[in-house]
C-alpha cells in the first residue's frame, strides 16, 4: 500500500537528506524527478523509478540495513521486554489491514470519552436527587470532568514520551476504571467529585494520544479519515450515554449503572490494545530503528519504494531533532514549541482550532440536552429520551467526514461552520417562538436547529483531533497535542461550569445565538479562510515545509484562492 500521493524529487548525490526532498506538483500523482529533469512516474514506471532512487539514495542497501536492526532486534529481544512492549505481535499480510484495524481500534477510545460526556446529562436527574446536591455541586458534577481532563492532558506529554503513544492510552484506560467504579458507588458529592475528576484525567490523556497515536502510524491518503474515526466514535459513545439513560432512567438507582457504564468499554479497549504495536515514529525517535522497522513492515507494504523512502525521510527528520536538542540546553528544549517560528505557528494554528469547536458550545448543549430539551416543552423522561436526537445527529454527521475529509481536504471540510452557525441560529429562533401558544412550532424550529448544528459541528469537530496531531514536529509532538488538549479542556470546562450564569445573563437565544454564533461567525470563518493551510495528502515530514513558511504567505496564497474561487462563481 503507498503512504502517500506526494511527489519528490531527486538531486544527484548519494547521501539521503531530507532537505533534498522537494515537492513537485502533478495531480496528486506519485512522480519523481531525476537530475536531468525527466519525469517518472511511480505507478507507471517503477523499474525506472527504483533505478533513479538506488543511484540518488543507494536504497537497496539503506533497506538491507534496516533489515539487519530488523532481525537483530527479533534475535536480541528478551522475554521481558516482550512483556513490557504489551504488543502479541498480531498481523496481516494485507497490510492495509493492520493499518485500518489499528485506526479503527485505537479510535474507539472515543466511546469512553463520548460516553462520559454525555451519561451526566440523563443520569443527574436521579443522582441529584439521591445525593442532594445544590445546582452550584451539580454544576460541579458536570463540569469536574473536563476539569479533570486538563489535568490528563498536562501529565500525557511525559507519558507519551516516556512509554510511548499506545501505553498511554492503555494508561488512560486504568484511569477510567477507577474513576467509573468510584462514581458508581458514590455516597455523597465529595466521591462523586472525585470520581468525574479522575474519569476526566482519563479523558485528557486519551484525548491527546490517540491522534498522535493514529496519525504517526497511518498512511498519509487515510489519516484524515482514520483520526476523524475518534470523533466519530466520541459521537458513538455520546449516542450510547444517552441510550443508558433511557434504558436506566426507571430503574431504581439507575443513575449508578449510568455513570459506571464505562467500565465495560475501558476494558475492552485495554485488552485490544494488546494487538496493535506502538508508533513506528515514537520507536524511531527514541533511537529504537530496529524495532521501528519491524512495526512499519506490519503497517506497510514495503514493496514499494514510497514506504521506504518515507520511513528513511523520518528516520533522517529524527536524526535531525536528536541533533538540535544534542545543542541546546534542557530549558530551550521545552520551548521549543514557542522558540522555532516552525513550531509557533503550528502551534497557533492548532490552538485556534481547537477553540473555535469548543467555543462555540457544544459540550455544554451535549452535557445539558435534557436541561435544554425540558426548556423548550418536554416532560422529564421525554426530554432524556429526545436527547438521544442531538447525539444521533452528532453521530451521522462525522460519517462523511470518515468518507469525504481525505477526499475533498481540511480546508473545504472547515466550511461546515456555516452550517452549524445556521444550526445555532435556529435554535435561537426556537425559544423565542411563545410555547404557550405555539408549542408544536417552537419544538419543530428548535429541533431542527439542534439535528442541523450536531450534524454539522460532528462533521466539523472530526477537524479538531486531525489537524493537531498532524501540525506538530515529531519533536514537539506530545507537547504541542498536551497543549492543544489542555485548551480544549479548559474551553469545555469554561463553557459547561458557566453555562447556567451565561444562560442567565444572556437569555438562551442570546448565548446560543449571539454568543456561540458570533465566535463562529465573527472569528471562526474569516480565519479559516486566510490563515487555514491545506495538509491534504501530505505526510508528516511534508507538512514540516509547511508550516516552515511565513504566515504571510499562507494567508497571500489563501486570498488569492478565495478570489479566484469567487470570480469562479459570478463568471457562473
Known sequence: MSSSSRSIELNSVNNFSRDELKPVTKHDEDVFVDSSAAKIDIEQDAEKAHSVLNRQFNLDAEVAQLNELGDSFKQERSLWRRICSLDLGFEFEDKRYMVYMLGAFASAAGILSGIDQSIISGASIGMNKALHLSAHEASMVSSLMPLGAMAGSVIMSPLNEWFGRKSSIMISCIWYTVGAILCAASTSHHLMYAGRFILGVGVGIEGGCVGIYVSESVPSTVRGNLVSMYQFNIALGELFGYIVGVIFFDVHGGWRF????????????????????????????????????????????????????????????????????????????????????????????????????????????????????????????????????????????????????????????????????????????????????????????????Q????????????????????????????????????????WSWTVTYNFDRMQKAMTYTGLTLGFYGGIAIVIGIPYQLLFMPETKNKTLEEIDDIFSRPTIDIVRENAANVKRNFARVFRR
Open 451 to 490: 439535528i442541523l448544528y450536531n450534524m454539522a459541528f460532528g462533521s466539523y469537530s472530526a477537524l479538531t483531533w486531525v489537524l493537531p496531531s498532524e501540525s506538530f514536529s515529531l519533536a514537539t509532538r506530545s507537547v504541542g497535542m498536551t497543549v492543544c488538549s489542555t485548551m480544549l479542556y479548559l
Open 258 to 449: 449510568m455513570v459506571g457504564s464505562s467500565l465495560v468499554f475501558s476494558t475492552i479497549l485495554l485488552v485490544g490494545m494488546f494487538f496493535l504495536p506502538e508508533s513506528p515514529r515514537w520507536l524511531v525517535h527514541k533511537g529504537r530503528i530496529g524495532e521501528g522497522w519491524n512495526v512499519w513492515k506490519r503497517l506497510r507494504d514495503v514493496k514499494h519504494d514510497n514506504n521506504n523512502l518515507e520511513f528513511l525521510e523520518m528516520r533522517h527528520a529524527a536524526a535531525q531533532d536528536k541533533e538540535l536538542r544534542a545543542n541546546e540546553s534542557r530549558f530551550q528544549a521545552w520551548f521549543d514549541l514557542i522558540r522555532i517560528p516552525r513550531n509557533r505557528r503550528a502551534l497557533v494554528y492548532a490552538v485556534m482550532m481547537v477553540s473555535l469547536g469548543q467555543l462555540t458550545g457544544i459540550n455544554a448543549i451535549m452535557y445539558y440536552m435534557s436541561t435544554l430539551m425540558g426548556q423548550i416543552g418536554f416532560s422529564e423522561k421525554r426530554s432524556v429520551a429526545m436527547s438521544m436526537v442531538g447525539g444521533a445527529a452528532l453521530l451521522l454527521g462525522t460519517i462523511p467526514a470518515i468518507l469525504y475529509m481525505d477526499r475533498f481536504g481540511r480546508r473545504t471540510w472547515a466550511n461546515t461552520i456555516v452550517l452549524f452557525t445556521l444550526g445555532l441560529v435556529l435554535v435561537g429562533v426556537g425559544y423565542q417562538i411563545n410555547r404557550e401558544t405555539n408549542l408544536p412550532a417552537a419544538e419543530g424550529v428548535y429541533l431542527t436547529g
